[in-house]
């Protein structure tokens, strides 16, 4: 479920008329759909004394002037009067405002517009998606008109966000494999470098910000930090590695961590894992979200990924992405697919990364090979040969691993699979008791366990780069 919740002063002025273009956006953004074809709930928060009387759920005078309180049935549920809660619109409101829709519901799943910078904060400070709206009386919001707002929305709202923990797994392989008649022993070599010691130390840099929630001030010295470190790994600053900057989120400029593996010939290998991490409710991210499993263990093993494969020469190009915003519904790569649309990049595949480190306690080195199996169907054949790829270079590269099958979960190949390019990734699906909360430490990590999954990764980067 999709909530976009409207502060009532972003689409009121302040003489108690709406806004030119109210009716044609609410209208535009209740008719959006979502990739399961569901379309948001529309809510509403107000703390204007005006807005309404008694117990502010039935008797709302001025929606019904205004013509809008048919965009927000039914009104008990979906307009929530900030002083009846006992305060003005902030943190404490918005989640009561949640909760009468859908209790519990993860606060990543709501999109706050409002044209308040102290409540766009508010909003942020709670794992809210916030989008701070200009319109023709403020100024210095992220998104201006009207106009503009409904295709912001429609990004912030595209994918469903099914729990990357709970989605059944399925398939049509499992189990340990028997290896290559013919061991290509230079790939070995490679995957013999993978360095446990190199992931820890990578992962604890990671943890010591205390917090990547996309809304910390904090997430610029993230980016910088990744930065930095594809470039100690021999790549080159503003040439191999760059940023990629997808605008504002959480009331904090957000950029990706793009390096590039020049290949010798054509084609690309997108491998990708997503920095940003987050706790949920009554946790604080922006205080404490460690994020070790999720998904510094991805970040992680990309960069080592990059630092082994520096001076290795394959046909195929690599471009290994630090993604923000992933928690936000995958903002920064779907950013990002965009671009690679736009411009026609040579996507061969995409190979996710995302919680590799904490291995199954009844299946201790069980790994799921996750391949596309949804819609659209065009891209689900070449998607399942390249995962058994994988499959294979696990057997041949980290032959300790117990391969399943499983398909997509909620994660940043998502994007991808909706543009068709075929993606993979690989999850240890295992329930962590740590998923977005604070005791997703480095102490809960297996890394003999992260670095098999690594090496079947690198394995399978440099079998298809080969090609």
């Known amino acids: 479920m999709k909530i976009v919740l409207f502060d009532i002063e972003c689409i009121v002025e302040q003489n108690g008329r709406l806004l030119p273009g109210v009716h044609e956006m609410l209208a535009a953004i209740r008719s959006l759909k979502d990739s ?10 107000s703390g204007s004394p005006q807005a309404g009387k008694g117990d502010g759920g039935r008797n709302v005078n001025l929606l019904d002037d205004l013509g809008i309180g048919n965009y927000f049935e039914p009104i008990a549920q979906r307009v929530t009067f900030a002083r009846l809660v006992g305060a003005i619109p902030d943190s404490r409101v918005l989640r009561a405002a949640i909760d009468k829709i859908k209790r519990d519901l993860p ?3 709501v999109v706050f517009i409002s044209s308040v910078r102290e409540r766009i904060e508010a909003a942020s400070h709670i794992g809210i998606i916030a989008v701070l709206f200009e319109g023709p009386v403020r100024s210095l919001g992220n998104i ?24 059944k797994p399925s398939g049509s392989f499992e189990g340990r494999f028997q290896k290559s008649l013919t061991i290509n022993q230079g790939i070995a070599a490679h995957t013999g470098l993978v360095s446990e ?3 820890l130390k990578s992962v604890q840099k990671l943890t010591d910000f205390g917090t990547r929630f996309s809304g ?6 993230v980016t910088s930090h990744i930065f930095k470190e594809f470039v100690a790994h021999g790549y080159v600053p503003h040439s191999e590695v760059s940023f990629q900057p997808f605008g504002r989120l959480c009331n904090q400029d957000q950029r990706n961590v793009l390096c590039t ?4 010939g054509n084609g690309l290998i997108l491998v990708c894992a997503h920095y940003d991490s987050i706790t949920f409710r009554p946790q604080d991210p922006m205080v404490s979200a460690p994020g070790a499993d999720d998904n510094a263990s991805g ?6 990924m990059a630092r082994i494969l520096k001076n290795v020469s394959l046909k195929k190009s690599v471009l290994f992405a630090a993604f923000g915003g992933e928690e936000q519904n995958f903002v920064g790569s779907s950013y990002c697919r965009d671009l690679a649309v736009q411009d026609k990049w040579p996507i061969d595949v995409v190979i996710n990364l995302d919680m590799i480190a904490v291995n199954p306690p009844l299946k201790p080195f069980r790994v799921f090979v996750e391949f596309d199996q949804d819609d659209p169907p065009n891209n689900n054949a070449a998607s399942k040969t390249f995962a058994q790829v994988m499959r294979q270079a696990a057997a041949d590269y980290a032959p300790k691993l117990e391969i399943h099958a499983n398909k997509l979960q909620r994660s940043d190949y998502m994007p991808f699979q909706a543009a068709e390019f075929p993606c993979i990734g690989a999850n ?5 008791s740590g998923y977005h909360n604070i005791s997703d430490t480095i102490d809960t990590l297996n890394f003999p366990y992260m670095t098999e999954v690594t090496k079947m990764v690198l394995g399978t980067i440099i079998t298809i780069g080969q090609t």
Do not use: C
């Open 36 to 45: 399961e074809g569901y379309s948001p709930v529309l809510a509403l928060i």
């Open 428 to 432: 240890h699906y295992s329930g962590a």
């Open 144 to 167: 201006r008109w009207f106009t503009g707002l409904v295709p912001a929305v429609a990004r912030l709202i595209e994918f469903t966000s099914a729990d990357k923990q709970r989605t």
């Open 261 to 264: 593996h020049a290949g010798t």
């Open 299 to 304: 970040v992680a093993a990309v960069l080592e």
């Open 216 to 221: 910390s001030p904090k997430i610029s010295d």
């Open 107 to 109: 606060a990543t799943e």
């Open 197 to 199: 010691a190199n992931m």
